[in-house]
């Protein structure tokens, strides 16, 4: 049996944008969308043609429901998807702002994803792609789903599969600091390869320097580091190379949340398909890009036919 591409887990919220900028208290009008850096990402991945699973569990509810047929639309299999009377799907508010970032305040302190376990994992589910892409967000809502990300990274690593690392820090799921640096930088040095974001990167190795940063993830075993350097693109190292690869000029940002997500799918989907880390690294550059010019978390993220009709007109200057 032919194994199926990459897998991701985390917890989706539904996620109401405002229809006009403003402070959130002041807005009466809403638009829905789908947020969560794990469904994002597996959007990117199956808009680019990777077969991608997501792993969770939702409400029994109808965000829940909407969830399960937004994600089904996007051809992401979510056989791996549970269902919990008990506790809700949690949700989102999001500003629209124009410039910076957006505020977003979160309802999902009891949500139904935040009870997920190390007894939940399916190994044979899990260990059917190729690949895990996995962030800091899942470890860091409590000490359950904590457990549910090792166990899952656990039976990855024990069938040989690859496996890649967004730390995603969020410092107020946190009980400390000295915990998330110490729990995030464990997880990922199990990996093959990590995207911290320069300023992740200063937190989690005391070094702004990417190189150095780096150095840090190598010597302890992960054979790729891409540091995200924003709207400069991204310096990338490993055992035998580095190099940074400039990003993309974008005339206008429109919102900036999800471009880190994007990032990933970029980098992770050209390494899963053979290209050279520096090709993975622009495709990266590319998705990020894309998506600071859209309003949603992923609304941007293009179809594989749309991103080689960017690059190409983004290098050479032909459409």
């Known amino acids: 049996m032919s194994l199926k591409d990459i897998v991701t887990f985390g917890e989706a919220m539904v ?13 009466d009008k809403f638009s829905r969308r789908l947020a969560g850096a794990e469904v994002n990402t597996a959007v ?63 309802f999902r302190k009891n949500s139904a994803a935040r009870t997920l376990s190390g007894a939940d994992v399916d190994a044979d589910y899990l260990t059917g792609f190729r690949h895990l892409h996995m962030t800091g967000i899942p470890p860091a809502l409590t000490k359950e789903t904590r457990e549910f990300a090792y166990a899952a990274l656990g039976a990855m690593k024990a069938a040989g599969r690859s496996i890649s690392f967004d730390p995603n820090l969020r410092p ?3 009980s400390s600091r000295e915990e998330m ?29 990417s190189r150095t940063i780096a150095e840090f993830y190598l ?76 309003e949603g978390d992923h609304d941007g993220y293009p179809a594989k036919s749309e991103l080689e009709t960017y690059l190409q007109y983004q290098l050479t200057g032909v459409k």
């Open 181 to 209: 640096v110490s729990v995030i930088n464990d997880l990922a040095c199990r990996a093959d390869w990590v995207l911290p974001g320069v300023e992740e990167g200063e937190i989690l190795t005391g070094s702004r320097d």
């Open 15 to 27: 996620m109401f944008v405002a229809d006009k900028p403003g402070a959130l208290k002041d807005i």
């Open 44 to 106: 990117g991945f199956a808009r680019l043609g990777l077969s991608a699973g997501w792993v969770s569990r939702l409400g029994d509810d109808a965000f829940g429901e909407y969830i399960r047929e937004y994600l089904a639309g996007e051809n992401i299999d979510i056989s791996g998807v549970t269902s919990d009377s008990r506790y809700p799907t949690g949700f989102q508010l999001k500003s629209k702002v124009l410039e910076g970032d957006p505020q977003v305040q979160y």
């Open 219 to 294: 010597n302890k075993g992960v054979s790729l580091v891409v540091v995200k350097l924003g709207p400069e693109g991204a310096y990338f190292r490993t055992q035998t190379d580095e190099g940074t690869v400039q990003g993309f000029k974008v005339e206008e940002v429109v919102d900036t949340v999800g471009a880190g997500d994007g990032f990933a799918v970029g980098l992770v989907s050209g390494m899963l398909e053979g290209l050279t880390v520096s090709q993975a690294v622009q495709r990266g550059n590319a998705i990020g890009a894309l998506a600071v010019q859209s």
């Open 172 to 174: 107020s799921l946190w």
